[in-house]
């Protein structure tokens, strides 16, 4: 069963405390992106990884962390700089078409 | 202009007729285009993709490329009330790194 996991689903964490989401992959696809959306928002790309050990800020990398260990595996860190981390966060793989698959999200509010 | 615009809605449509969205985009070097569904609190949805001029045909929806007008459309025949969705064009712009950009989205609403 091919597919991109995302855990935990809902996430809460109190300001000042950095927190990691998880991304998963089994696509075998060598591209995958993490994405924020804001209410009434389309998509900001956080960072993105075309191959294994190697990855690019996007548009908004500023407060956020990623590594690329594995092909499976991008995971995000949102550490304590990053100012207005309540937000719905998407990761994404990208098949050679350049068609992009999603994960089922990680919503994550932090008080 | 915005690298890809969409009409951000809500567009309402009565039960059974045609869906019509629209999307433009800034780079002419753009070779791959998709619309993407997203029902609400949940992750998007690939339903089309298309890559040259013309039409392209999937069951209920047809996307619709113009590059030389750099417009993409997709259509929805004979809509129902599982239509109602937010849906977002996106573009592999060539001009970005080859990333792809998303439009903020048009909210649909089909009217039972």
């Known amino acids: 069963d091919g597919g991109i996991t995302q855990s935990p689903k809902y996430l809460f964490r109190k300001e000042g405390q950095n927190v990691t989401l998880s991304c998963e992959q089994n696509?075998?696809?060598?591209?995958m992106y993490w994405y924020r959306q804001d209410p009434g928002q389309g998509l900001r790309l956080i960072y993105y990884?075309?191959?294994?050990?190697?990855?690019q800020k996007g548009d908004i990398a500023e407060g956020y962390s990623v590594s690329r260990e594995k092909k499976e595996s991008f995971p995000l860190t949102v550490t304590s700089a990053q100012k207005n981390p309540t937000a719905f966060y998407l990761c994404?793989?990208?098949?050679?078409?350049?068609?992009?698959?999603f994960g089922p999200g990680t919503r994550l509010t932090v008080t | 202009q915005k690298e890809v615009e969409q009409n951000s809605g809500p567009l309402s449509v009565p039960e059974g007729a045609i869906a019509s969205l629209n999307c433009t985009y800034s780079?002419?070097?753009?070779?791959?285009f998709f619309w993407y569904r997203q029902y609400s609190g949940k992750s998007p949805e690939l339903i089309m993709s298309?890559?040259?001029?013309g039409d392209k045909e999937d069951g209920r929806f047809t996307a619709q490329l113009n590059k030389a007008s750099q417009y993409v459309s997709l259509l929805i025949r004979d809509s129902q009330p599982s239509d109602s969705a937010t849906y977002l064009c996106?573009?592999?712009?060539?001009?970005?790194?080859?990333?792809?950009?998303f439009g903020k989205g048009t909210r649909l609403h089909i009217l039972p």
């Open positions: 298309i890559y040259s001029n």
């Open positions: 990884s075309q191959i294994v050990n190697d990855f």
């Open positions: 994404a793989t990208k098949d050679p078409l350049y068609e992009q698959y």
């Open positions: 696509l075998n696809h060598d591209a």
């Open positions: 996106a573009v592999n712009m060539r001009n970005r790194d080859d990333k792809i950009i």
């Open positions: 780079d002419r070097g753009s070779q791959s």
